[in-house]
């Protein structure tokens, strides 16, 4: 079973607040992803780090930003929340080979 | 451009019969494909994987089989159960999953009873 968690799992904000989605894996895995996805949608790569101190742009543009300080934790963080952001955001961690493990996700809903 | 595809949307299959799911895939460089299924509100739960040295692999009720000439791979599950019933994701990676997973846009399956 996956050791990989966010929170929340729901939240729901107005328009122009600044958020921060919490992921955190206990696997000690190197590598971190968050996917977005819209309902019906494929999952869109919007950033990922191979490992501290270093994160990467995804395939899908994104005004979200992240930051890799620890192994375990990957926060992603919204400055200034707008509809268009209204989501489900997936965090997922893998080893250097292999498959990858995703946490429960948040459905972020903006108002 | 769409480097993984799944063209159903979605697949209705009746309970005990055998679920096929198909995925095409452009990218030269993808070694390593992956089978995830999700259910709505959850994050995808990884099923199975193949690497481009094998043409199939299975695991119980779960069998992926890679065609690389044709850039196609395909998920059987037989028997089917109700319990199947989700959205199945394919995904491709590079360097034997080295490099971030690609996902197609999903297929919805329903298993009738």
């Given at each position: 079973e996956a050791d990989i968690y966010q929170t929340p799992r729901y939240l729901v904000i107005g328009t122009g607040k600044k958020i921060t989605l919490e992921c955190s894996q206990t696997m000690g895995h190197d590598k971190m992803y968050w996917y977005q996805q819209d309902p019906g949608m494929e999952l869109h790569l919007i950033h990922y780090s191979y490992g501290v101190n270093s994160t990467e742009k995804g395939d899908l543009s994104s005004e979200s930003t992240v930051s890799r300080i620890r192994t375990e934790h990957f926060p992603l963080t919204l400055e200034s929340a707008r509809p268009s952001h209204t989501s489900q955001y997936l965090c997922a961690s893998s080893a250097s080979v292999g498959e990858a493990f995703f946490g429960q996700g948040t459905r972020l809903t903006v108002v | 451009d769409q480097q993984v595809k799944q063209n159903s949307p979605s697949l209705s299959v009746q309970e005990g019969r055998i679920s096929i799911l198909n995925c095409?895939?452009?990218?030269?460089?993808?070694?390593?494909?992956?089978?995830?299924?999700?259910?709505?509100?959850?994050?995808?739960?990884?099923?199975?994987?193949?690497?481009?040295?094998k043409d199939k692999n299975e695991d119980g009720r779960f069998t992926v089989f890679l065609n690389k000439s044709a850039k196609h791979l395909s998920?059987?599950?037989?028997?089917?159960?109700?319990?199947?019933?989700?959205?199945?994701?394919?995904?491709?990676?590079?360097?034997?999953?080295?490099?971030?997973?690609?996902?197609?846009?999903?297929?919805?399956?329903?298993?009738?009873?």
């Amino acid at each position: 079973e996956a050791d990989i968690y966010q929170t929340p799992r729901y939240l729901v904000i107005g328009t122009g607040k600044k958020i921060t989605l919490e992921c955190s894996q206990t696997m000690g895995h190197d590598k971190m992803y968050w996917y977005q996805q819209d309902p019906g949608m494929e999952l869109h790569l919007i950033h990922y780090s191979y490992g501290v101190n270093s994160t990467e742009k995804g395939d899908l543009s994104s005004e979200s930003t992240v930051s890799r300080i620890r192994t375990e934790h990957f926060p992603l963080t919204l400055e200034s929340a707008r509809p268009s952001h209204t989501s489900q955001y997936l965090c997922a961690s893998s080893a250097s080979v292999g498959e990858a493990f995703f946490g429960q996700g948040t459905r972020l809903t903006v108002v | 451009d769409q480097q993984v595809k799944q063209n159903s949307p979605s697949l209705s299959v009746q309970e005990g019969r055998i679920s096929i799911l198909n995925c095409d895939y452009t990218n030269s460089m993808f070694d390593y494909f992956l089978w995830y299924k999700k259910y709505p509100a959850e994050g995808p739960t990884f099923l199975i994987s193949i690497s481009s040295i094998k043409d199939k692999n299975e695991d119980g009720r779960f069998t992926v089989f890679l065609n690389k000439s044709a850039k196609h791979l395909s998920l059987h599950i037989v028997p089917s159960q109700p319990g199947d019933s989700a959205v199945y994701f394919c995904a491709a990676s590079a360097y034997r999953g080295a490099q971030k997973l690609v996902f197609g846009q999903g297929t919805r399956l329903t298993i009738n009873p």
